[in-house]
């Protein structure tokens, strides 16, 4: 039997590597490999799917270089500093909502480097009260950089969700995305087409101004899930730029419901990655 004891961490060190947030049951970042995909969007609206599903959800912007859910969330308060030096999330449309937004109001884009990103990552989850919830999703900058490694080193994510649209320079970033979860060991909860088509509301026909059918095709060639196809929707923007997301609708809007079959595809995709325990992913590169 002794001879198994080097295997235990000695008491009272606290183990290196990621650590969970306490209360909160899945933490999904969204990312892109490039911007200008929807990325917030897709971020903001099934963040409030899954919250009128029932689920206590929280929306955090990791977005340090645009961070465009204040936005959207119509909100712009200062957060309160709670009990030790705790960060107290906004509340926005029944969401936990924090933003580095509000931190810098404005359009001064920060100019950050690798350290000072690390730390205020690592701020944002371990000196928040996120209290319990049952999903965090996190809106990562696009691109596979400093920040999306930054998180994977300070929290363990549950998976990650990919965000691209239908044109051929979208789906090669998606597919770097891809590679980069995978290369750190992050489970893809799975691909969303954003842009997939554009329906004329005159004529109701669909006209597909990206091309049509890549995302399916990347997330086969990948053997990952495709969650959604969300259509060009002229509503989604304005919902969105008017800081009232579309799904705030509720599931039967035509405009708000492929949001609702994307998040109960998320919610699906986390109970599998989840019952895995995480195991299904670790190829040996």
Same mark, same amino acid.
């Given at each position: 039997?002794?001879?198994?004891?080097?295997?235990?961490?000695?008491?009272?060190?606290?183990?290196?590597?990621?650590?969970?947030?306490?209360?909160?049951? /899945?933490?999904?970042?969204?990312?892109?490999?490039?911007?200008?995909?929807?990325?917030?969007?897709?971020?903001?609206?099934?963040?409030?799917?899954?919250?009128?599903?029932?689920?206590?959800?929280?929306?955090?912007?990791?977005?340090?270089?645009?961070?465009?859910?204040?936005?959207?969330?119509?909100?712009?308060?200062?957060?309160?500093?709670?009990?030790?030096?705790?960060?107290?999330?906004?509340?926005?449309?029944?969401?936990?909502?924090?933003?580095?937004?509000?931190?810098?109001?404005? %359009?001064?884009?920060?100019?950050?480097?690798?350290?000072?990103?690390?730390?205020?990552?690592?701020?944002?989850?371990?000196?928040?009260?996120?209290?319990?919830?049952?999903?965090?999703?996190?809106?990562?900058?696009?691109?596979?950089?400093?920040?999306?490694?930054?998180?994977?080193?300070?929290?363990?994510?549950?998976?990650?969700?990919?965000?691209?649209?239908?044109?051929?320079?979208?789906?090669?970033?998606?597919?770097? /995305?891809?590679?980069?979860?995978?290369?750190?060991?992050? %489970?893809?909860?799975?691909?969303?087409?954003?842009?997939?088509?554009?329906?004329?509301?005159?004529?109701?026909?669909?006209? %597909?101004?990206?091309?049509?059918?890549?995302?399916?095709?990347?997330?086969?060639?990948?053997?990952?899930?495709?969650?959604?196809?969300?259509?060009?929707?002229? %509503?989604?923007?304005?919902?969105?730029?008017?800081?009232?997301?579309?799904?705030?609708?509720?599931?039967?809007?035509?405009?708000?419901?492929?949001?609702?079959?994307?998040?109960?595809?998320?919610?699906?995709?986390?109970?599998?990655?989840?019952?895995?325990?995480?195991?299904?992913?670790?190829?040996?590169?």
């Amino acid at each position: 039997m002794g001879s198994h004891s080097h295997m235990h961490t000695p008491q009272g060190q606290r183990p290196a590597g990621p650590q969970p947030i306490p209360g909160v049951d /899945a933490i999904i970042a969204v990312g892109s490999g490039k911007g200008g995909v929807g990325k917030t969007t897709i971020s903001v609206n099934l963040a409030i799917a899954l919250s009128k599903m029932g689920y206590s959800v929280g929306l955090l912007d990791a977005d340090v270089y645009g961070p465009n859910i204040p936005l959207m969330m119509g909100t712009s308060a200062t957060p309160r500093l709670v009990g030790e030096n705790q960060i107290e999330p906004l509340e926005a449309h029944g969401l936990k909502v924090l933003s580095v937004g509000f931190l810098n109001p404005g %359009d001064k884009p920060l100019i950050w480097r690798g350290p000072m990103l690390h730390q205020i990552i690592r701020q944002f989850l371990e000196q928040v009260a996120w209290g319990q919830l049952d999903y965090l999703i996190i809106d990562l900058p696009p691109g596979t950089g400093d920040v999306a490694i930054s998180l994977i080193q300070t929290v363990p994510l549950t998976g990650a969700i990919v965000v691209t649209t239908p044109s051929d320079v979208s789906l090669q970033d998606g597919r770097k /995305a891809i590679e980069m979860f995978r290369q750190v060991k992050v %489970d893809i909860v799975g691909l969303v087409e954003n842009m997939s088509s554009f329906v004329c509301p005159h004529c109701n026909q669909e006209i %597909d101004i990206f091309s049509k059918g890549g995302g399916a095709r990347t997330a086969e060639q990948f053997g990952v899930p495709l969650l959604g196809q969300i259509n060009l929707d002229p %509503d989604v923007r304005q919902g969105g730029d008017q800081g009232k997301p579309v799904t705030l609708m509720g599931e039967r809007s035509s405009h708000a419901r492929p949001f609702f079959d994307f998040a109960q595809k998320v919610i699906d995709r986390t109970q599998e990655i989840k019952a895995a325990g995480g195991e299904d992913v670790i190829q040996v590169q």
